[in-house]
């Protein structure tokens, strides 16, 4: 399984930028999420969203009503809008698909950074 990420970049503080990304082939992901690291900092989870049929999503805390997730055209493609970006959102960002079994795949990380 290969994620191909894009969209990072170095944008103000209160700009946008769109992530996205795509799986090599279709497969029957149940999950696909978007985690992110900030240097001295663990790799948490932004957003995630079910792409087996449904639809839902979840969101960490710190970025509910700025970031959406969705599903992109084809079935294993999501995008990442970031709006109302912040100096702590900056981060490295993956992309990670799950499978019903629990094993995970990530993507190489696409660098978001946010000045002030």
């Known amino acids: 399984v290969q994620l191909q990420a894009s969209g990072g970049g170095s944008v103000k503080t209160g700009e946008s930028l769109r992530l996205s990304c795509a799986a090599s082939r279709t497969y029957n992901f149940k999950t696909m999420a978007w985690y992110r690291q900030a240097p001295g900092n663990e790799r948490e989870l932004v957003a995630s969203?079910?792409?087996?049929?449904?639809?839902?999503?979840d969101y960490a805390d710190s970025v509910l009503g700025r970031f959406t997730i969705a599903k992109s055209n084809g079935r294993n493609s999501i995008y990442l809008q970031m709006n109302n970006l912040k100096p702590e959102d900056t981060a490295v960002y993956y992309c990670n698909s799950r499978f019903f079994t629990g094993v995970q795949y990530w993507g190489k990380g696409t660098l978001v950074t946010v000045s002030s």
């Open positions: 969203i079910r792409v087996d049929g449904g639809s839902s999503t």
